[in-house]
């Protein structure tokens, strides 16, 4: 450095002294007098100076990267800012990282890795978690703020078929008008009697029994009858729909994907494209011949695939998009905006009906969430259509099957995952300043400091800066395939005006229904019970001879190795037997002495009923009672045989833990040991 210095000195020097003498040559020589001698000696000390304060702006000026051109009075380009010519520091994002322990599809890996996210366990710090399964309290209220899940909690409400079967029926005789897309529709055991009556008025309807929590056809058939039903099984009757659209002959419905990024306030996107699934039979209106073929009735692939006649053609076969079933409509002169609109509102009520819980459920478990939304959700709904084109629920699926077997379920589940990803702007919240802030509030509460930042809440501050805001631009301006389909003007807003107090009256009652029902069903298998003792043909009594004989040699056999706890046993349950014969004896005078009154025939020997109830002592046996004595007298034997008691008398005697009962009680075991290790006499 100091060597660069000095070369810029030593060459600004050369030039001055050439200048200087170029100068000294061209001017015409004058005699100079002293004074200007002495003037001109003062000339050149400022010239002096003058040039090196202009050197040390050069040097200046190249060190830190200026140049002549940076005057106004230059003959270059315009002048360019300093800070523009350095370089500025990009901060790097910090990677997004994704929990998929209890995932089980390779197609979500497969996508998140597209987005550059790192796969970790529950343990780590994740942004994302995806799951199958259903979100526990625990699990929510253990999130941070930055971190978000792919299921809401309380969304059983619609997903398991019982709650969505009474939430619907809650809805329909609040506004009868606007929810009549779902099939009659009654919950077991509570609702038994009314579905039996109403299948008692139309015998001409067939119904569909599915159980109340299952998945992929599994425990579903068909029935013209309820009273083949078990009163007490847990399911879900419904009217089956035995008119329904068909293509080329085949029954088939509609998987609609549906994403919910915010419950409150609720926002629901519908994918373009979906599934069509179709029954591998020809439908045929179902009777007692063809209700158990579920190849004709049943559309889950999960079943058909199993089937022989199942086609693998993305045109034409058992399975395609939705797209291509838009195709075949179309042909046939269908209004597809009306029918799609009419399936959006199908979608959009079945959420609504649930909605008051998700937003309880999403407050009570989230309360601290004001950087992202905590959950978002992609549900599967399955829609049938009539004949008339109308639109029914079937189910909503919480978990909807993302393998990907053929290359039609890649092209649609890996897109529709690739624009889920992008909607939920994965960069949106960062992870490293949510944290750095959490500390500092922790520290702050705990010097009790800023008290001011803790009482302001988000709902006080300027709507344009939180950043609510910023996520309802980006999934406007990056939908993707996506369609919104909530919120769209005032058209739901008088569904959201439910009574509070309708979903638990709704609940409290279908409880008590099932109570009052379990307790219906209890009376009549008693009574059942009481039916079948008496109908069954009574038992010869035994001769008093035969039983006394087998008695005493019961004893007999058994005296050889009875103990005295054993015989005490043996007294008591003879006399328990002779109060039940005398209990017994009371009990038939007393019944031939009505039956006598009444001029009824008089049995060889009634019956002791069934005894029901699990607080009263069941009747005793006596061939069982004297096959249980001689049992314990074989035990007591046994024990007796192996010296067992000998040895745990000597080893609580050594330990010191024999009692003075204990020890006059087995004394003898002590006795004996004594005389065998004594040596013996020769």
Same mark, same amino acid.
């Given at each position: 450095m100091e060597e660069e210095i000095l070369d810029l000195f030593s060459r600004d020097e050369n030039l001055e002294q050439q200048k200087q003498t170029i100068s000294s040559q061209n001017k015409p020589k004058k005699i100079k007098t002293r004074d200007e001698k002495i003037s001109g000696d003062q000339q050149t000390d400022k010239e002096q100076t003058e040039n090196l304060v202009s050197m040390m702006r050069s040097y200046d000026a190249k #060190? @830190?990267?200026?140049?002549?051109?940076?005057?106004? !009075?230059?003959?270059? /380009?315009? =002048? *360019?800012p300093v800070d523009a010519m350095r370089k500025k520091k990009k901060r790097k994002r910090s990677q997004i990282t994704i929990c998929l322990a209890n995932c089980r599809y390779e197609s979500i890996r497969k996508v998140a890795s597209a987005f550059g996210m790192r796969e970790v366990s529950e343990e780590d710090a994740w942004n994302f978690y995806w799951t199958d399964m259903s979100v526990s309290v625990e699990r929510a209220k253990e999130m941070k703020r930055f971190q978000r899940i792919n299921h809401y909690p309380g969304m059983l409400e619609i997903c398991r078929k019982d709650l969505l079967a009474r939430n619907l029926n809650r809805m329909q005789k609040i506004y009868p008008k606007d929810y009549n897309f779902f099939p009659k529709t009654w919950c077991l055991p509570a609702d038994f009697g009314e579905a039996l009556n109403y299948s008692k008025t139309r015998k001409n309807k067939t119904f569909i029994i599915k159980p109340e929590c299952g998945s992929q056809g599994r425990g579903i058939y068909l029935t013209k009858s309820l009273k083949d039903i078990k009163p007490s099984d847990k399911l879900i009757c419904q009217v089956y729909l035995s008119k329904p659209f068909l293509v080329d002959g085949y029954k088939f419905d509609i998987r609609v994907y549906t994403l919910i990024t915010s419950c409150d306030p609720l926002r629901i996107f519908v994918y373009n494209e979906g599934l069509v699934r179709f029954a591998t039979s020809r439908y045929a209106d179902p009777n007692?011949?063809? !209700?158990?073929?579920?190849? +004709?009735? $049943?559309?889950? @692939? /999960? $079943?058909?695939k199993h089937s022989r006649t199942y086609v693998y053609d993305s045109e034409a076969g058992s399975k395609r998009k939705i797209s291509t079933l838009n195709k075949i409509l179309l042909s046939q002169g269908v209004d597809l905006d009306k029918l799609w609109h009419s399936i959006d509102e199908v979608i959009v009520k079945?959420?609504?009906?649930?909605?008051?819980? #998700?937003? %309880?459920?999403? %407050?009570?478990?989230?309360?601290? %969430?004001? +950087? =992202? %939304? /905590?959950?978002?959700?992609?549900l599967g709904f399955d829609i049938l259509l009539d004949h008339k084109l109308h639109p029914y629920i079937l189910e909503v699926n919480h978990s909807p099957s993302f393998h990907t077997d053929t290359q039609l379920d890649r092209e649609v589940k890996e897109n529709l995952l690739t624009d889920t990803f992008t909607m939920l702007n994965i960069w949106q919240c960062d992870k490293k300043r949510v944290l750095e802030e959490d500390r500092k509030r922790i520290r702050d509460r705990l010097l009790q400091t800023n008290k001011y930042a803790e009482t302001t809440t988000i709902d006080e501050k300027d709507r344009e800066k939180t950043p609510w805001q910023t996520q309802i631009q980006w999934e406007e301006s990056h939908l993707g395939n996506f369609r919104r389909v909530y919120p769209v003007g005032e058209q739901y807003a008088s569904l959201f005006q439910q009574p509070s107090g309708s979903l638990y009256t709704g609940t409290a009652s279908s409880r008590a229904r099932g109570d009052c029902t379990r307790i219906q069903r209890e009376e009549f298998q008693q009574s059942k019970a009481k039916a079948e003792a008496l109908k069954k043909p009574s038992q010869p009594k035994p001769k008093e001879s035969e039983s006394k004989a087998g008695d005493e040699s019961s004893i007999t056999a058994s005296a050889s190795v009875a103990t005295p706890s054993t015989e005490k046993s043996k007294v008591k349950t003879k006399e328990k037997d002779k109060r039940?014969?005398?209990?017994?004896?009371?009990?038939?005078?007393?019944?031939? /002495?009505?039956?006598?009154?009444?001029?009824?025939? *008089?049995?060889?020997?009634?019956?002791?009923? @069934?005894? #029901?109830?699990?607080?009263?002592p069941d009747p005793i046996v006596e061939k069982d009672e004297r096959e249980r004595v001689n049992l314990l007298a074989q035990r007591d034997f046994l024990i007796r045989s192996y010296g067992m008691l000998e040895q745990i008398y000597l080893m609580m005697k050594k330990i010191g833990t024999l009692r003075p009962e204990d020890e006059r009680k087995y004394g003898v075991y002590g006795r004996l040991s004594l005389i065998s290790a004594s040596p013996k006499k020769m």
């Open positions: #060190l @830190y990267g200026e140049d002549d051109t940076s005057q106004p !009075t230059s003959r270059a /380009a315009p =002048v *360019i007692a011949n063809n !209700t158990t073929n579920v190849f +004709m009735h $049943l559309t889950n @692939y /999960a $079943l058909n079945t959420i609504i009906s649930a909605w008051p819980i #998700l937003k %309880h459920s999403y %407050h009570a478990c989230f309360p601290s %969430h004001d +950087m =992202v %939304h /905590a959950c978002f959700e992609i039940k014969e005398i209990g017994k004896d009371s009990e038939e005078d007393k019944n031939k /002495a009505t039956r006598i009154q009444s001029k009824q025939p *008089i049995p060889e020997e009634s019956k002791p009923q @069934y005894v #029901l109830c699990s607080f009263e």
